[in-house]
């Protein structure tokens, strides 16, 4: 309920703009790959070819792209060739609402049926066992002929559940036929249709009911799943509370401008992109960069639509539109990446494309080679190549793939990790060697002061005062660093007097009415109060890797400060977990080849190849690339973008907020946490593994039936009710990956 002195001005979804250059369709019905086959061979050729259509499985979606040339296929025939295939279309609604209310018979159709000729099945086997003298009886007329034909009464209630069960398969059917490209329908419907011509009813009504039974049930997994994968994504709230003259008015957020104000109450996610201006709080980013430690955000800050506030009222300057917050621009990533199909997946589809027709052939074969060429019994092999055809049915093979990646996609999304595609979901299992970049990756990529070194009688805090003073003018990095470690330690700066920037080497003023100057080795060389002691000194910081800054006065050296680009605190770790994966670490910078080896050393390093300009960076992968095959590159998404487009897996760091990084990368990492990447190895590799179990189980429980069928040991009852449970369970398995 909005608060007292809240305007709400809700409006209902906005309608999809008819001149958009693509057009996207929900598809009823579409549950399986071989669905999205049938698709492409019905609307394909009407909209300029196959490669004009995009599918989304677990969102049911269909985009068709504007055609290269010709004329473009209106909505009415894009949906007239949806409804030849038997299935439905509509336009999409982003909203996930339908356009228009569905009947009872659209939403609950396929369980009324597939409820009917189970009772219809289960009733007509009990009317021919009250008929025939009992259950053996019963069964044992099914004997390839041989026993009394069925009564009449029981076969027309076979016959009803029948058509029950083939009630969605029949148009399919039909289709493929009249195509001349069979599909797991056909092969169903061809089945019940043989067991029938053999009298084998029971069989004929078992198949029919089963078949609906496991389309009914892979629907209901894969709406699961979609739910899953939407609850994933779907975070960002849909209104904001935008301030205005002292009043908070609900109103979409697709409505609110930037520059908008908005309030956040504790407890509520954030509707959009923006920069706290005023209130304080804990929030949860989580949901966009994985971290699992809510950050304190005070003014100025930066946070992200999706994300959750703590207990603080946060007022927000919105920064961004809603369509263009860091949170959409990854839900449309993870939608386009589920186009971008990984080899299995390819490898399967095109499998399929083979196997269909080799089973329907090798059915036919074993129809009437046995009989013909050594005699056997006609009806006896026709129930056997019956067999055959169902077991034939490839769903649970099609349907192993696109269900595990998609889950592995949305799993690591939910980790703050964005992989654009099931192909780049595969290539990290297989990586053999990683390089990073040292500033931004590596190192926090802001200089810090990590060494005081007082000298000739002074004090930390003197020496750390003198020459804050002397930085305070100053906008250069290392000054940042000594003015904010002098903050810290709360010394207050004095305003220097008499200052001069000294270009390349330092700088002079008076403090307390004494000439004070800092500055690099160079300058105090230049001074001529160089030292062996201070030689030494600055030597053993440089090849620690850090830079020294020297303070002194005209009578001698007060001391030296020494700033470096501090390395992340979980780099060690991270370096340990990808040694323990088994891969080979080089590090790429343009640092001086002292300070890198000191980085080197520091965080576990294999091999450090310094002073690189951005060309000798993708000159350097490229020997990487031909010595190991495939390697990865790890920068910030900018600077070492060539370097990253030419490794085998570009990785961007801290993406979230980034435009380019998530732009230019295959995988964009939305924090800084270079844990993700052992993480992100392991999560690939599971995903391998789920998706080579799948298939691998598919293809074990066929052929484990077409051993079978040949012995004569198999039913078709048997092989539907094989071939439904092996299509659940991988599609549990698959779904493993969003648990993680």
């Known amino acids: 309920m909005p608060d007292a002195g809240t305007v709400d001005r809700r409006s209902g979804a906005g309608h999809a703009d008819p001149r958009m250059s693509s057009r996207q369709y929900k598809i009823r019905g579409m549950d399986c790959a071989e669905e999205i086959a049938t698709l ?25 792209l504007p055609p290269a040339s010709g004329r473009a ?26 356009p228009r209310d569905e009947t009872f018979w659209q939403r609950r159709g396929r369980m009324v049926l597939t409820t009917s000729s189970g009772f219809a099945t289960f009733a007509g086997f009990a009317i021919h066992a009250a008929l025939a003298g009992g259950i053996g009886p019963a069964l044992g007329a099914e004997g390839m002929g041989e026993a009394p034909a069925v009564p009449l009464s029981a076969r ?69 799943a979609r739910r899953a994968v939407s609850a994933l994504l779907d975070l960002a709230p849909p209104t904001a509370r935008v301030r205005s003259q002292r009043m908070e008015t609900i109103v979409p957020a697709g409505e ?54 703590g207990h603080g009222t946060l007022e927000v300057e919105s920064t961004r539109r809603a369509e263009d917050t860091t949170l959409a621009r990854i839900i449309r990533m993870v939608e386009e990446a589920q186009s971008r199909r990984a080899p299995a997946e390819q490898w399967v589809e095109r499998f399929a494309r083979v196997y269909t027709p080799a089973v329907m052939a090798l059915a036919l074969l074993v129809m009437v080679v046995p009989p013909l060429a050594f005699g056997g019994d006609w009806g006896d092999w026709v129930y056997r190549a019956l067999v055959l055809l169902v077991i034939g049915c490839p769903c649970a093979l099609v349907i192993s793939t696109p269900v595990s990646i998609v889950a592995g996609l949305a799993a690591a999304a939910r980790h703050g990790v964005l992989v654009k595609g099931g192909l780049f979901l595969e290539i990290p299992a297989r990586l053999r060697a990683l390089a990073f970049d040292k500033t931004g990756t590596l190192t926090t990529g802001e200089p810090r002061v990590v060494d005081v070194v007082p000298l000739n009688g002074h004090g930390e805090r003197d020496l750390l005062a003198r020459a804050a003073s002397l930085e305070a003018r100053s906008g250069h990095p290392l000054a940042r660093a000594i003015m904010g470690h002098a903050r810290e330690r709360g010394i207050e700066v004095r305003p220097p007097e008499s200052f001069q920037i000294l270009p390349g080497r330092g700088a002079t003023a008076r403090i307390d009415g004494k000439e004070v100057w800092l500055g690099s080795h160079r300058y105090l060389v230049e001074r001529g109060q160089d030292s062996e002691e201070i030689r030494q000194r600055l030597d053993a910081l440089s090849g620690a890797g850090r830079t020294a800054v020297v303070l002194g006065t005209g009578e001698h050296v007060c001391g030296v400060i020494a700033v470096a680009d501090a390395v992340r605190t979980e780099a060690q770790e991270t370096i340990r977990a990808l040694h323990g994966e088994g891969l080979k670490l080089l590090m790429l910078t343009g640092d001086n080849q002292g300070t890198a080896a000191a980085k ?6 294999d091999e450090v190849r310094a002073e690189l300009l951005p060309a000798d960076k993708v000159a350097a992968v490229e020997e990487l690339v031909e010595a190991y095959g495939r390697v990865a590159m790890v920068g910030d998404g900018v600077n070492d973008a060539p370097a990253m487009a030419r490794a085998t897996l570009g990785i961007a760091m801290g993406a979230a907020g980034s435009d380019a990084a998530i732009e230019t990368a295959d995988v964009a990492l939305m924090s800084d946490d270079l844990t993700r990447l052992p993480w992100l190895v392991r999560h690939s590799r599971r995903t391998l593994t789920v998706i080579r179990q799948n298939i691998g189980f598919s293809l074990a429980v066929k052929a484990g039936f077409v051993v079978l069928t040949f012995a004569g040991a198999a039913s078709i009852w048997a092989a539907i009710a094989a071939d439904m449970g092996a299509s659940l369970l991988v599609i549990g398995n698959g779904l493993r990956l969003l648990r993680e």
């Open 73 to 98: 296929a209106t909505d009415r025939e894009v949906l007239q060739a949806v409804a030849r295939t038997g299935m439905r279309a509509e336009p999409w609604d982003p909203a996930g609402r339908s």
């Open 156 to 224: 027309a209630t076979y016959l009803l559940a029948i058509m029950a069960g083939g009630w969605h398969v029949a148009p399919r059917a039909w289709l493929a036929l009249k195509r001349l490209r069979p599909d797991m329908n056909l092969l169903m419907t061809i089945a019940v249709l043989g067991a029938i011509g053999i009298g084998e009813w029971f069989e004929a009504a078992t198949v029919s009911f089963l078949f609906a039974l496991s389309l009914a049930l892979e629907s209901w997994s894969v709406g699961r």
């Open 40 to 64: 492409k061979r019905e609307v394909g050729p009407l909209v300029g070819g196959e490669e004009q259509l995009a599918f989304d499985l677990l969102q049911g979606k269909m985009t068709v």
């Open 256 to 309: 609110v401008p930037p520059g908008s104000v908005f309030v956040v109450h504790p407890g509520e996610r954030i509707p959009l992109d923006g920069r706290v201006v005023a209130g304080g709080s804990e929030v949860n980013q989580a949901p966009i960069t994985g971290e699992s430690v809510p950050v304190t955000r005070e003014p100025g800050d930066e946070v992200f639509a999706g994300t959750i506030n």
């Open 600 to 605: 080197a050393r520091e965080t576990g390093i």
